[in-house]
């Protein structure tokens, strides 16, 4: 080997190994960091344009899945007002059943009517109270609600709306006067006995809706947690591989350094001989 104070061959080869581990260092550091063995395209074009596919996919079901919490709300909503009043009308069938007793005097029907009219007051007040989001399935404001099912828009879940202030559907005499006779009393009770029939076949509607909502839900979720799970293998970093890696070249770059120092003083060296 020729000594030459002119250039250094060895410090340059030492250099290049310090800068090629030192390089591999920061790659190994900034997957650790970040958690990601893919965070950009130039770390594997292939790959994270696959991930960004997915994770567009899981934004999208994030969105349908927003909207079908949304319309569970509403139809949850309508259930709990609808059952409340049927509560409320097996309450009124037993005033109007005691109405139909035709001994009764004068102050006790008025005071059967009264009752009678403060609960048909409470069915109004739960119709109007089954309100979120604008929406009511009980007032007769929405007939249908549409609730997107899937990420390309191409299915719906339809959800039937009702309109329990129509006369046709709570066929009943809220203000009660209809209990002013026994035979008026016993036609109201016909009417409540309607009006729990199509309460009754409206609400399974409901309930069935809210079921179809929540299958569909429970699918888009295990749909996700199988894209996050695919997402991660695709760009996750193996955090334990990374580790013993960042330590390994730790060493080999304190080492590069210590290369890198002895050949520069090399030149040195032969100074020492014209000494």
Same mark, same amino acid.
């Given at each position: ?53 997915? &994770? ?12 079908? &919490? ?174 013993? &890696? ?30």
């Amino acid at each position: 080997m020729v000594n030459n104070v002119s250039t250094n061959p060895g410090a340059l080869v030492a250099l290049q190994n310090l800068n090629r581990i030192t390089g591999q260092l920061e790659d190994v550091q900034r997957r650790v960091s970040t958690g990601k063995q893919v965070s950009s395209a130039k770390d594997n074009p292939a790959l994270y344009a696959l991930a960004q596919k997915q &994770r567009a996919q899981l934004g999208s079901i994030e969105s349908v899945q927003q909207g079908l &919490r949304i319309g569970s709300s509403a139809v949850d909503v309508a259930i709990a007002a609808g059952e409340g009043i049927s509560d409320i009308l097996v309450q009124m069938r037993t005033i109007a059943s005691q109405a139909s007793d035709p001994s009764l005097g004068a102050s006790e029907r008025a005071l059967l009517q009264d009752q009678y009219a403060s609960l048909g007051d409470q069915i109004n007040r739960m119709v109007d109270s089954a309100t979120i989001g604008g929406r009511n399935l009980l007032d007769g404001t929405t007939l249908s609600m549409s609730v997107n099912a899937s990420t390309d828009g191409s299915s719906t879940i339809d959800i039937p709306g009702y309109n329990l202030t129509d006369a046709s559907v709570l066929t009943i005499d809220r203000t009660g006067g209809d209990l002013a006779t026994s035979g008026g009393a016993a036609t109201e009770i016909a009417d409540i006995d309607t009006t729990i029939d199509n309460l009754t076949n409206s609400l399974a509607a409901l309930g069935a809706g809210s079921q179809a909502l929540d299958l569909q839900g429970n699918l888009l979720s295990r749909i996700a947690d199988s894209l996050e799970v695919s997402i991660g293998n695709l760009v996750d970093a193996d955090l334990a591989r990374e580790s013993s &890696r960042l330590q390994a070249l730790q060493v080999q770059q304190q080492l590069a350094i210590q290369t890198l120092s002895i050949a520069n003083a090399a030149p040195n060296a032969i100074l020492a001989l014209f000494a």
